[in-house]
């Protein structure tokens, strides 16, 4: 059994295929985090320490024993006003406006299966995959608060989730000014925090440093995962590299502001925590009722970050996405965004749709502009009716004639977004997030409708059901503007930023469920929404509006830590690139989207004979290399701090294929040759590469890598398909 508890030790383990959790009730009641690392037998309490120490206060329980003290010992859920002054998971004020909630143990319950959670996305484990509940429950009998931990384990992929579900069974509402789902101390050590920082069109830059004494945190104000911060964090030691060493990775399960924090403390312990963002967050409970913390999954690495990341990648794609998606190939796309931006009619719509066929793309997605009055970006989100004008017919007309071609139809809506200049906000101004008698802040010229309202999501239901109807496959999710005001007119706005982001998962859970053969790609300007939660209800997210080569692989490489190659969507643009004015060539552009879910956002018109021969060369590649890039485990090849080239590899589970990409961004005069080491290979085999038919022995070229021909230009990207042949 992955979960067991010891009855006279009293403590709890938690054990999946090469790593163990533990932690103990103590004789006072308080949950005391042991150990979390390599998998081990035994109890691990030796782990704890106790002095006296100056200035860290003892609970009243432990009467005159100054060695006992919250202030030091590890904690699992710890709390603020138990004398742990270092960063708590739970702030609570009572009625009369007194801080604090001193909690104990006071019962548990092991299950079968892994939870799920009301209203919230989260880990679930898939028919005849082992998988176990541990549900431990800290009360506070003075205010009638239960704290109710859940830890999740599959055991098999190495992951263990985390959620709390604070209730209030007492007289007298309380208020949480603070809620975090997930804590882990460690007693000693020297760690590095690993997070992911970064803007629009330049999303999840790597970012490595030391911890020193203080607090080091990343989030999100935004009421969205943001541009900014990615909701993900990693500790490793100072010597961990991508093959070696221990690591832990938290991965939030939430698409709302969140934090993430790593505290060094004044006995050289490190505490990380991740939970809802404090911002504007002040969440009253009444008799009766509860809040759940979103989940928070984690893995530990013995073996270096490419495990730790193997080992989100795993969770995510199989027991994260649902759906008909989850396992089933993506279709290339041609989107019209960067093609035809706002200005285009049916026929030009038409037009590009029949050139896209003849190229071997799947589905034309129609971007922004086909509705009511979109001329510009400032005006008519929330009309989602079609402008027929502009379309020269119905949109069910248009969907007919692009399906008559042979192509399957997407289109792009912003559900979530008004215009000051709609119908829709002339008729309910009430429905957008505004502070009355203040003047909102617009992003792109636009409001924030509150989600948490039923008309407001249900209105939005019904204009996605009658586009569908339509006859549409695929929709771009988009999301184009931070939340600056969270103010509802139906009070409670302390609740506002949660209760935002349950009423989107409930719109999304509604639409998924209602329509389990379309596709949504996730999409926030790009990826200023890329977690875990989106991913339950899109299995693939536009991943940056960034469509440079260059760019484009360092943010894949902050990317890949946490997320899947499978659910990034990436598209060869043209040249000079829109963002940035970068000519690469169509080769490398190629060679970098080629990473997961793949398609082309650029006017086929335009292309000439020879850049269109190439396209179809590279869509018929694409649908052969498919499999292994969406199914393989992924390797980074290269590090990003001291190598000067990119590489990344793809091997199928078996170890017979492995696709290698290479990027040598700047040539240089008498350049040194670059050498790229695969990994994962199967020892004591040979390999040969399928273009070039050169044999390679596998441990050889584990150990010293192969060369890559000089380039004769910058940006040159290289691509090698290796297949296993017998020893
Ligand atoms: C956002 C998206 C783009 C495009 C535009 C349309 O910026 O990220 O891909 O869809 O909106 O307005």
Redesign the pocket.
């Known amino acids: 059994m992955p979960i067991t508890f010891d009855k006279g030790t009293k403590i709890f383990t938690i054990n999946t295929h090469s790593t163990t959790y533990q932690m103990m009730a103590d004789s006072f009641g308080y949950l005391l985090h042991l150990y979390y690392g390599a998998k081990t037998q035994g109890f691990t309490d030796w782990t704890l320490t106790f002095a006296d120490r100056g200035f860290s206060g003892n609970p009243y329980d432990a009467g005159k024993d100054r060695t006992y003290s919250l202030d030091a010992l590890p904690q699992e859920f710890p709390a603020q006003g138990t004398g742990d002054y270092r960063s708590p998971l739970l702030v609570v004020r009572d009625s009369e406006g007194t801080y604090g909630a001193d909690l104990r143990y006071s019962g548990h319950e092991i299950r079968d299966g892994k939870y799920s959670l009301s209203g919230l996305p989260a880990v679930y484990a898939n028919p005849g995959e082992e998988s176990q509940t541990l549900s431990i429950t800290l009360t506070n009998k003075r205010l009638g608060l239960t704290a109710e931990l859940l830890y999740g384990v599959i055991p098999g992929k190495d992951i263990i989730t985390r959620s709390v579900i604070i209730r209030n069974n007492g007289n007298n509402p309380f208020t949480l000014e603070k809620l975090g789902s997930s804590c882990l101390d460690f007693t000693h050590g020297n760690f590095d925090a690993i997070t992911f920082y970064g803007r629009?069109a330049m999303e999840r830059n790597y970012q490595r440093q030391r911890l020193n004494h203080g607090s080091y945190s990343v989030g999100s104000r935004r009421g969205m995962s943001s541009h900014q911060y990615s909701p993900v964090m990693i500790l490793a030691d100072h010597d961990t590299t991508e093959s070696h060493g221990r690591c832990w990775g938290m991965n939030f399960v939430y698409s709302g502001g969140f934090f993430a924090e790593a505290e060094y403390d004044q006995y050289n312990q490190t505490r990380i925590t991740m939970g809802l963002s404090q911002e504007k967050f002040s969440y009253e409970l009444s008799p009766g009722e509860e809040i759940t913390g979103p989940e928070v999954i984690m893995t530990f690495s013995s073996e270096g970050l490419e495990k730790l990341s193997h080992n989100f990648h795993a969770c995510i794609r199989e027991n994260i996405c649902r759906g008909k998606f989850r396992n089933s190939s993506r279709p290339v796309v041609l989107?019209t965004?960067?093609a035809l931006?706002?200005d285009f009619d049916g026929k030009k719509i038409l037009d590009v749709a029949e050139s896209a066929k003849a190229l071997g793309v799947d589905m034309l997605v129609l971007?922004?502009?086909w509705f009511m009055k979109r001329n510009t970006?400032s005006q008519a989100l929330g009309d989602w009716t079609a402008d027929e004008s502009k379309l020269g017919c119905s949109l069910p007309e248009l969907v007919r004639r692009v399906k008559a071609m042979g192509l399957d139809f997407g289109i792009?809506v912003?559900p979530e977004m008004i215009s000051e200049d709609s119908e829709l906000y002339r008729a309910h101004k009430d429905w957008a997030m505004t502070i009355p008698r203040e003047n909102p802040v617009l992003g792109?010229n636009q409001l924030v409708l509150d989600l948490s309202r039923k008309d407001v999501r249900e209105y939005i239901i019904t204009a996605i059901c009658e586009i569908i109807d339509a006859g549409i496959s695929y929709f771009?999710w988009?999301y184009?503007r931070s939340i600056s005001e969270m103010y509802s007119r139906s009070g409670s706005n302390g609740k506002l930023s949660y209760k935002y982001i349950l009423g989107l998962y409930e719109i999304l859970g509604r639409l998924t469920a209602k329509y389990p053969d379309v596709l949504i790609e996730g999409?926030?300007?790009?990826g200023?929404r890329f977690d875990a939660g989106m991913l339950f209800y899109t299995p693939q997210i536009?991943c940056?509006?960034n469509t440079d080569a260059l760019d484009r692989m360092s943010i894949h490489y902050g990317t890949s830590f946490a997320f899947p190659m499978s659910v990034i969507s990436a598209h060869v643009s043209t040249c000079p690139n829109h963002q940035t004015g970068r000519i690469t060539p169509l080769k490398t552009r190629f060679t970098v989207s080629m990473t997961g879910a793949f398609g082309y956002?650029l006017d086929p018109l335009k292309l000439n004979d020879d850049e269109r021969l190439e396209i179809s060369k590279q869509i018929q590649q694409y649908r052969i290399d498919r499999e292994i890039i969406t199914e393989g485990l992924y390797y980074r090849l290269n590090d990003l701090e001291s190598d000067n080239y990119f590489a990344w590899e793809y091997i199928s589970a078996d170890g017979s294929k492995a696709l290698i990409n290479a990027v040598i961004p700047n040539n240089h005069g008498n350049n040194p040759p670059v050498y790229v080491t695969p990994k994962g290979l199967t020892p004591g085999t040979f390999y040969c590469d399928i273009d070039s038919g050169k044999i390679y022995p596998s441990d050889a070229i584990m150990d010293s890598g192969f060369p890559l021909e000089i380039p004769k230009g910058d940006y040159e990207s290289f691509t090698f398909r290796l297949e296993r042949i017998s020893a």
Do not use: M, Q, T, V
Not at 523 to 526: S, T
């Open positions: 629009h989107n965004w960067e931006y706002l971007d922004d502009g970006d792009w912003e792109r771009k988009d184009n999409c926030a300007g790009g200023g536009w940056s509006d956002e």
